[in-house]
């Protein structure tokens, strides 16, 4: 597993230099990161956990974490049945440290009987603990009719699945499309960026797409399940896809009561942004947004997880022990990042932190998730 995985996966690495405005910041002591880290309870909401791997267990009893770990790619059935295999064993084995969220097939879209294997499916899924459902980007961005049109996520043919993970109270996990830079030719920090139109999209796994559907057709099919279902909650993978603009954001979740969004790879997009805008959008929203980390985690090589390179090869003791560095190290850096006035050094950008009062992070960290997904802290003693 290479470093970057877990340093990087935040999209760090690829920011530029951004000029960033001075942050009005109350005095507050330095925090002691190894010591006040574990003082608070967390949920990471967002990960993709290929085993229960021992150094993973040593990471969360350290920083007081659990981790929820979450199946998509719908289309691919390998894939999904192994993750959806490997979830429920996981939470089975260790409710302590693990929760899991769910997802469900998409081929056969439409066709006679597809409903009902899928609402049997996400029913087999829930009885056997999953917290929620995750719908992906590939719809929306590589799903398609029999014409060859992109199907959104507010095709009336997905409304039976949403009244159903409505009905049992379960929560919708939300990552319909990525930052609008995929689709310009030059990101917000000068480089090239253009994923999609350049043909990269394999590098997100999502097939062929290069651009045919818009970012802004894919956030008005997002807020049409929002509207049609005022009562389902939907947290939004990634800050909504709209980290890049916290103001666009914030008349979301003024007009979606239940709308919620989770932090995970959105550094990038936040540090483009002044920085004081960013800690008001925190503190004024401080009931609606959840940390994730969007790790992939564990000993276990398997397909459908791009971090495992070492499939079928021994792992040394000083290898997993960087593992367990490397993944500690991540969630220092973003708890210092949500917790401190400190300048955060990510390599080629220095970004302001956001000294978040102790009750906020309390929220972001820990209670937002436990009202939100019902039941991921059972067994969290």
Not at 15 to 37: H, V, W, Y
Not at 40 to 47: F, N, P, V
Not at 187 to 204: H, I, Q, S
Request: with cysteine.
């Amino acid at each position: 597993m290479v470093r970057r995985d877990f340093l990087g996966r935040m999209g760090l690495a690829a920011a530029g230099t951004f000029l960033l405005g001075g942050i009005k910041r109350q005095a507050a002591q330095a925090k002691d990161i190894d010591k006040d880290f574990p003082a608070i309870k967390k949920i990471d909401l967002h990960t993709h956990i290929s085993s229960d791997a021992t150094y993973l267990r040593e990471v969360m009893d350290r920083l007081n974490l659990k981790m929820v770990t979450i199946c998509n790619e719908g289309l691919k059935p390998d894939r999904l049945a192994a993750q959806i295999k490997i979830a429920r064993e996981i939470h089975q084995k260790a409710p302590r440290y693990y929760a899991w969220c769910t997802t469900f097939d998409l081929n056969g879209f439409g066709l006679a009987g597809w409903t009902d294997r899928v609402l049997a499916g996400l029913q087999d899924d829930f009885n056997r603990g999953a917290l929620g459902v995750k719908v992906w980007k590939e719809i929306g961005m590589q799903l398609k009719d029999d014409h060859g049109n992109f199907i959104q996520v507010d095709d009336p043919r997905f409304h039976p699945v949403f009244e159903f993970i409505e009905k049992e109270n379960k929560t919708l996990f939300m990552h319909i499309g990525d930052p609008p830079s995929y689709w310009q030719s030059y990101g917000p920090d000068g480089r090239p960026d253009a994923w999609y139109r350049e043909g990269r999209g394999v590098w997100n796994r999502i097939g062929e797409f290069k651009g045919e559907v818009s970012w802004e057709t894919l956030m008005k099919a997002r807020d049409q399940v929002l509207e049609r279902f005022p009562g389902l909650r939907v947290i939004g993978c990634h800050l909504g896809s709209m980290a890049h603009d916290v103001s666009m954001l914030a008349k979301r979740l003024d007009h979606y009561d239940s709308f919620a969004v989770e932090t995970s790879y959105t550094m990038r997009e936040l540090a483009g942004q002044p920085p004081e805008k960013v800690r008001e959008f925190f503190l004024k929203y401080q009931d609606r947004i959840m940390y994730g980390s969007d790790i992939s985690g564990g000993l276990v090589g398997t397909p459908f997880l791009v971090d495992m390179a070492k499939i079928r090869e021994r792992w040394t003791a000083e290898e997993v022990e960087q593992l367990k560095t490397d993944l500690i190290d991540q969630y220092h850096r973003e708890f210092d990042y949500f917790s401190t006035d400190r300048e955060q050094n990510f390599g080629d950008f220095s970004l302001p932190c956001l000294n978040l009062p102790d009750q906020v992070l309390e929220k972001i960290f820990y209670r937002n998730a436990v009202r939100c997904l019902p039941g991921v802290d059972h067994n969290f003693p």
